[in-house]
């Protein structure tokens, strides 16, 4: 049986972010990255607005005792939400999350990836390897997992930065979305644990 963690030990804070579990009222933050063509350029096509609202409950889930879901992305200096990340598991055979694998008292079967969405008015300034950094180190402080993956669209510049700079290393195209040539990166604890300091 896995311990549920209590609401406090899931917000996360930086310097300048505090991120906080997924829930109902960041309908109009999801709606403002997921249904923007621009933010989803590397991702996927932009969700119908009617359609990500239907989905939101499922979007909200936690797993293994509030381990692994979704946060929002806060500035801790103004409070506006300026994005969120994950912690999921990657999906192989489809082009989306195994939502079903989102269980309270167990980890999914399949690897676990990081990944994060900003707002347009966010990007490039170091937002994303912040709350990056910040989730890693509650992966490998406060779960069971061993190693953090991370696929990535190959033009996708930004992102392949944020991921260096956190640490994640390339291990070669394997299947994932769907796709059979996914790039993949990794970090396992181990590594973590002996990186410099950022």
């Not at 999350?97 to 008015?121: C, F, H, K």
Request: some cysteine; charged content about 25%.
């Amino acid at each position: 049986m896995i311990t549920q963690l209590t609401p406090d030990a899931l917000v996360l804070e930086t310097e300048r972010l505090i991120l906080r579990p997924f829930d109902r009222g960041d309908e109009d933050l999801a709606i403002a990255l997921w249904c923007d063509p621009e933010v989803m350029r590397y991702v996927g096509d932009p969700d119908p607005v009617q359609e990500l609202r239907d989905f939101m409950p499922t979007v909200i889930r936690r797993g293994a005792g509030g381990r692994i879901g979704t946060w929002s992305v806060a500035r801790r200096d103004t409070g506006h939400r300026i994005g969120e990340c994950f912690l999921l598991p990657t999906p192989i055979e489809h082009d989306d999350t195994d939502w079903s694998q989102i269980v309270p008292d167990a980890y999914p079967d399949d690897v676990i990836e990081v990944g994060y969405l900003l707002v347009r008015d966010a990007w490039g300034q170091g937002f994303a390897t912040e709350a990056c950094r910040r989730l890693l180190r509650f992966a490998f402080e406060q779960t069971a997992i061993d190693c953090v993956h991370a696929t990535i669209d190959p033009d996708n510049a930004a992102s392949l930065n944020v991921l260096t700079k956190c640490g994640l290393q390339f291990i070669g195209l394997h299947r994932a979305y769907g796709a059979d040539d996914a790039p993949w990166y990794r970090i396992a604890r181990h590594e973590w644990q002996a990186r410099p300091a950022p």
